[in-house]
Structure formats: structure tokens, C-alpha cells
Nanobody, 127 residues
Framework: QVQLVESGGGLVQAGGSLRLSCAAS????????MGWFRQAPGKERLFVAA????????SYADSVKGRFTISRDNAKNTVYLQMNSLKPEETAVYYC????????????????????WGQGTQVTVSS
């Protein structure tokens, strides 16, 4: 089992940047494909980005391509999401999930496939 703790959220003005972190404990994060999802109040949880166990494969939602970057440091058991040019409509709780032992280069984009979820971190983008 793995525990996931997100951090780095906060209040930022439109056009600003934030870097989210997701720290994994319990098992080496290298055993998991990981991702980022977000959920606004009253809305469904949406895919943002995903990264393979190796870090060599990534996937992004079309809405964030070119502005967000997902990365991981398996030595630190941490996954990151660098978010630039943030928009007010991206205000949401951001969640970091982990999928145990898929293929080493597999990226996972569907929430149902993930085994573990963190508690989330709030990102608020003001206009």
C-alpha cells in the first residue's frame, strides 16, 4: 500500500504559476504509474496529466498542454506538477493518484484505473 500527500496548492493570480508536489510513502514510488486530476465544486474529477513509472512517458489533457509539466523524482518518491499561465477556471482541488505496477512505460489516464489517491490540495486562481 502507498500513502500519497499532495502539497503546493494555494492562491495565485491568473497567469501565475504553481508547483504541486505529491510525496509517496509505504512503497517506492517507482512501482507506480502516477498522475494528477482536478475536481472543481459540483464537477466531476478530470484528468490533468499522467506519468509512467520510469518517467519517460507522459500524457496531458488537451487543455493544459504546453502550460503544465508533470515530472517525477523516484529517488525522492515524489511527483510534481508545474503549472504555468494558470486560468481562473482551473480553480479546483488537485489530486495525485497512483496505479500499482502497470508496465514500466504505461501512462494511466482514467481515474478508475488508479488504486490510491491522496487527499488533494486546493488551487485557487483569481481573475
Amino acid at each position: 500500500q502507498v500513502q500519497l500527500v499532495e502539497s503546493g496548492g494555494g492562491l495565485v493570480q491568473a497567469g501565475g504559476s504553481l508547483r504541486l508536489s505529491c510525496a509517496a510513502s509505504g512503497r517506492p514510488s517507482s512501482m507506480y504509474a502516477m498522475g494528477w486530476f482536478r475536481q472543481a465544486p459540483g464537477k466531476e474529477r478530470l484528468f490533468v496529466a499522467a506519468i509512467s513509472r520510469s518517467g519517460g512517458s507522459t500524457s496531458y489533457a488537451d487543455s493544459v498542454k504546453g502550460r503544465f509539466t508533470i515530472s517525477r523524482d523516484n529517488a525522492k518518491n515524489t511527483v510534481y506538477l508545474q503549472m504555468n499561465s494558470l486560468k481562473p477556471e482551473e480553480t479546483a482541488v488537485y489530486y495525485c493518484p497512483a496505479d500499482f505496477a502497470p508496465g514500466y512505460t504505461t501512462v494511466v489516464v482514467t481515474p478508475q484505473a488508479y488504486d490510491y489517491w491522496g487527499q488533494g490540495t486546493q488551487v485557487t486562481v483569481s481573475s
